[in-house]
C-alpha cells in the first residue's frame, strides 16, 4: 500500500512537470503500416492551434498588415521574417530576387520539399476601419498574403521543433512580387531551387468555410497575360468627319472583333477569356482624336492556346484598325507584367495531398473544384519543379459575410492560420518520410544550401 502511493506520488510530479514544461510532439513510424503518417497532420494540427502559437501568428499577421509593401518592395517584412527565423535558429539565404527570403529546415542534404508564401501586397486603401488597418495610405494588404507569411513562419516554427524527425530538408519561400511582378520567375532565376523535388502553396479562400481546402489535378488556374494598344488616326472637328480618320470607330470595331477569338474561333471546350477593360480617347464632345489607347488581358488553360491567343490578339488589332485606315501598335507589357504559364497540379501530388489533407481534416472536408479564371505566379515554380496549388477555406458565417480578395473591404479570418500552418508542415514533413525514400539522390554536398 505505502509502495503503491509512493509510485502514485511520483506519476503525479512527472505529470505536473510535463504541464509546466511541454514537449513537441514525436511520431513513430511504424514500418508495417502506415499508421504513423496517417498520424502527422492531426497531430501537427493541434500542435499549431496551441494558445500560445496561435496568439504569436496572429501578432506577427497584424504587424505585416499595418506596413503593406508593393512588389520587390518587401524590405520590412523582409526584415521580419529573418529576424523571426533567426529567433528558431533557420538558416536562411537572403535577398533573393531583390527582397526574397529562402530558408531551410533539416538535414541540408536531399530530398529538397519546398513551402513557398507570397510577401505582396495591393495598391489599393483600406476602408476597413479596425485597431490595425493598414498603415500606409493607397496600400493594403488585400489578397490574404500578409496571412500567407505568417502561415509558413508557423510552419517553420512547427517543423524547426520536429526538426529531428525530417528525413531531408525543407526549403521555406518567401516570395516577392506575385501581383503582376513574376516574382516566382525571379525565384528561379536565382538558382535557390535547382535541386527542389516538389514544391506546394496555397491561397486563402473567403468562400470556402473554414476546416475545407479545396483544389483539383491537372489546370487549376489558367495562363495570363495583358495588353495595349495605341490605335491612330487623324483628329478634327467632330462635325466634319469626313476630314477625319476616327480612331473611336476603329477602336470599337477592334473590341467587337477581339471578341470574336473566343466565340468562333476557340474551342469551346477549352475555355479562355480576353477582356478589353481600358479605353481612352478624346477629351471634348466635338473633337474626333488624333489616337486611342485600349487595354485589357487574356487567359488560357493551355500553353497552346495562350500562344494562338495572344497572337491572334495583335493580328485582329492592327487588321482591324487597318480597314478603318488608321495604325495601330501592340505592346504585351511583359518587362512590367511578365505572362503567367498555366497553373497545372501534378497528379501524384493531388493524390497525396488528398491523403494529407483528408488524414488532418476529413476526407469530407477536402474538396475538388472547378478550374478557375484567375491566375498564379506559383505556375512558374510547376514549369520546373512538381508542384501543388490549393485554397484554404476561412469563411465563417457567425463573423457575417467576408468581401472578395482585392477588395478595400476584405478581411482576414485569423482562425484560419493554424490550419494553413499544420497543412504546409504536414506536406513537408510527410513528403520527406512518404517518398523520400523512393527519390534518386544524385551525388554531391548539398548540406546548408541547395
Known amino acids: 500500500m505505502g509502495g503503491a502511493m509512493s ?47 496561435v496568439g504569436w501568428m496572429i501578432g506577427i499577421r497584424r504587424k505585416i498588415h499595418q506596413n503593406p509593401e508593393l512588389g520587390y518592395q518587401e524590405f520590412e517584412t523582409s526584415q521580419l521574417i529573418r529576424s523571426e527565423l533567426d529567433k528558431m535558429g533557420i538558416k536562411y539565404k537572403h535577398p533573393v530576387a531583390v527582397t526574397g527570403v529562402v530558408g531551410f529546415i533539416g538535414t ?9 508564401a507570397d510577401m505582396d501586397s495591393l495598391p489599393l486603401q483600406e476602408m476597413v476601419e479596425w485597431e490595425y488597418k493598414s ?55 536565382a538558382g535557390v531551387l535547382e535541386k527542389v523535388n516538389a514544391i506546394f502553396g496555397l491561397h486563402v479562400d473567403p468562400n470556402l468555410p473554414i476546416g475545407e481546402v479545396a483544389s483539383r489535378p491537372g489546370p487549376l488556374l489558367a495562363g495570363s497575360g495583358f495588353f495595349e494598344a495605341v490605335i491612330g488616326g487623324k483628329g478634327g472637328h467632330a462635325a466634319i468627319p469626313q476630314h477625319s480618320i476616327d480612331p473611336i470607330l476603329a477602336a470599337s470595331n477592334v473590341i467587337v472583333s477581339l471578341q470574336h477569338l473566343v466565340s468562333r474561333e476557340a474551342d469551346p471546350l477549352d475555355s479562355q477569356v480576353v477582356t478589353v477593360a481600358k479605353f481612352q480617347g478624346g477629351g471634348a464632345f466635338n473633337v474626333i482624336p488624333d489616337s486611342v489607347l485600349i487595354g485589357g488581358t487574356f487567359r488560357a488553360f493551355s500553353k497552346e492556346s495562350f500562344t494562338q491567343l495572344k497572337q491572334r490578339i495583335e493580328e485582329v488589332i492592327i487588321g482591324q484598325a487597318a480597314v478603318q485606315r488608321c495604325s495601330a501598335t501592340v505592346d504585351f507589357l511583359t518587362k512590367e507584367k511578365p505572362f503567367f504559364p498555366p497553373t497545372i497540379n501534378n497528379n501524384d501530388l493531388h493524390k497525396y495531398f488528398q491523403t494529407v489533407a483528408g ?92
Not at 108 to 116: I, N, S, T
Not at 144 to 158: S, Y
Not at 382 to 394: C, R
Open 108 to 116: 541540408g542534404e536531399p530530398p529538397f520539399v519546398a513551402l513557398r
Open 135 to 189: 498603415k500606409i495610405p493607397g496600400k493594403m494588404h488585400a489578397c490574404g498574403h500578409d496571412g500567407h507569411v505568417t502561415m509558413l513562419l508557423g510552419a517553420a516554427k512547427i517543423l524547426q521543433e520536429h526538426r529531428e524527425e525530417l528525413k531531408g530538408t525543407v526549403v521555406l519561400v518567401f516570395q516577392p512580387a506575385e501581383e503582376g511582378g513574376g516574382g516566382a520567375h525571379k525565384v528561379l532565376e
Open 7 to 53: 509510485f502514485s506520488k511520483w506519476v503525479f510530479v512527472v505529470f505536473v512537470l510535463h504541464l509546466l514544461n511541454p514537449c513537441p510532439v514525436r511520431f513513430s513510424y511504424g514500418s508495417s503500416s502506415s499508421n504513423g503518417l496517417s498520424d502527422i497532420p492531426k497531430k501537427l494540427l493541434n500542435f499549431a492551434k496551441r494558445q500560445e502559437l
Open 359 to 450: 488524414d488532418m481534416l476529413d476526407t469530407q472536408k477536402v474538396k475538388v473544384m472547378a478550374p478557375v479564371m484567375g491566375s498564379e505566379d506559383f505556375s512558374f515554380y510547376q514549369e520546373v519543379m512538381p508542384g501543388y496549388f490549393f485554397f484554404l477555406g476561412m469563411k465563417n458565417e457567425t463573423l457575417g459575410k467576408v468581401e472578395s480578395i482585392h477588395s478595400p473591404y476584405f478581411t482576414l479570418n485569423e482562425d484560419a492560420l493554424p490550419y494553413g500552418a499544420a497543412l504546409h508542415a504536414s506536406l513537408a514533413l510527410r513528403y520527406l518520410l512518404e517518398f523520400g525514400p523512393k527519390i534518386s539522390l544524385p551525388e554531391g554536398n548539398y548540406r546548408d544550401e541547395l
